[in-house]
């Protein structure tokens, strides 16, 4: 079993190499997060952008599991399943959905919109997407959330009741009108069509694949994990190796490989600190090359240098076997490449490294590979005590090294 972590903050390009594994793995699965993820592959030219379903399902015949840990937004599932069988991929005879994942319903974007607001009068805004994740996990924590196991045997009524009771309450916290008609009709028409993929009893189903080669799908990346991340900027759910398990139900002696992903640069959405960050005509020109605008907001990134104490630090929490440094092509242009090494008063301390000042795009061997980026990737490798296997050199399938 080999999960797939990133190692910053997000968007370091995991959907390309989970999509050139998974011809290797016979089960793919996704244990936690909601629509908020964004993995973007590019095949034949043609992009494919994931929110819930793991990238890996763009291969077919393959199980998905979507694990307990997850919130799920039903329209946005219904919608890439339906995107996926226009493109004739079947998606439903082999999708399994754990009855324990949550139902991320409209209120919640609603609510994390109108706490978004609040947060910002205060100068404190976290910079969510507003897909709802943060109040789906409160409600989970309250003990009042509602469970993706209603699909199985759905009742409106029920529901209605249940919804009913919580409108009051949610208008007052929150200044935010529950629409119960709207809401039933979504879960039940979400119900219609998923009903079948509800697995009551989904533990049994995932040990009995341990015998096989099961790829896990990590979402969001370890700096935005709720307990190690740079709290409170933060997602609401665990993003690290051991969330990966815990929100599947999985043991931990059963992974036996660990990929970080990093970017040879650094990203970051939404407020918090970012040590290393440029701004101006640098970070506009890593942003534009790097195309760094978010998969499910489409906002542009914060751009800045790789810094090497996250990666050591992703590296000890997950127990990271290899890295896959991505993007690397996008360094391309640089005179100089930072790397920050170091704080020293609130300030990065940088090693200066040489660029390359060629193109590596599509280059598929390292010994192809500039000597100064070869040196790049060596020295990430030195600090890290991690060895490189993968590193990409463009946004296609078939621009990736294997090392």
């Not at 704080?343 to 010994?367: A, L, R």
């Amino acid at each position: 079993m080999t999960a797939v972590i990133g190692a910053q903050w997000g968007d370091e390009g995991k959907g390309k190499v989970i999509d050139i594994l998974t011809e290797h793995f016979d089960v793919i699965a996704r244990a936690s997060g909601g629509a908020n993820a964004g993995h973007t592959i590019v095949v034949d030219g043609k992009k494919h952008v994931f929110h819930l379903l793991p990238a890996g399902s763009l291969h077919p015949k393959k199980p998905i599991f979507l694990g307990a840990g997850m919130v799920i937004h039903l329209p946005t599932l219904l919608e890439e399943i339906e995107t996926l069988e226009k493109a004739e991929i079947e998606v439903r005879d082999r999708l399994i959905i754990s009855k324990s994942a949550h139902i991320l319903f409209e209120f919640h974007k609603e609510i994390d919109a109108a706490l978004e607001t609040e947060r910002s009068k205060g100068g404190a805004s976290i910079g969510t997407t507003k897909r709802g994740i943060g109040p789906a996990y409160m409600d989970k924590a309250e003990r009042r959330g509602i469970r993706m196991g209603l699909l199985a045997n759905f009742n409106k009524k029920e529901l209605q009741v249940e919804l009913n009771a919580r409108k009051d309450d949610i208008q007052k916290r929150y200044g935010v009108s529950l629409n119960t008609d709207q809401e039933c009709d979504i879960v039940e028409k979400a119900s219609s069509i998923l009903a079948s993929c509800i697995d009551t009893d989904v533990i049994p189903r995932l040990h009995a694949s341990l015998g096989k080669r099961i790829l896990i799908e990590g979402a969001q990346a370890t700096l935005l994990d709720l307990d190690h991340g740079t709290y409170p900027f933060v997602t609401s759910s665990n993003t690290t190796a051991a969330g990966a398990l815990q929100g599947l139900g999985f043991p931990p002696k059963a992974l036996t490989g660990v990929i970080g992903v990093a970017k040879a640069y650094c990203t970051r959405v939404g407020g918090g600190n970012f040590l290393t960050e440029v701004t101006g005509e640098t970070g506009n020109r890593l942003r534009e090359r790097g195309g760094e605008y978010g998969a499910t907001t489409g906002r542009p990134r914060r751009c800045g240098w790789l810094h090497l104490p996250d990666l050591q630090t992703a590296a000890a929490i997950n127990g990271l076997t290899c890295w896959n440094i991505t993007k690397l092509d996008v360094l391309d242009e640089e005179d100089v490449i930072p790397i920050g090494i170091a704080e020293k008063n609130g300030k990065p301390v940088y090693k200066e490294m040489p660029g390359w000042k060629t193109s590596t795009v599509g280059v598929t061997s390292f010994d192809a590979l500039p000597k100064q980026a070869q040196d790049f990737i060596a020295f990430i490798e030195k600090e890290t005590k991690v060895p490189v296997s993968l590193i990409g050199t463009g946004p296609g399938r078939e621009q990736m090294i294997v090392k």
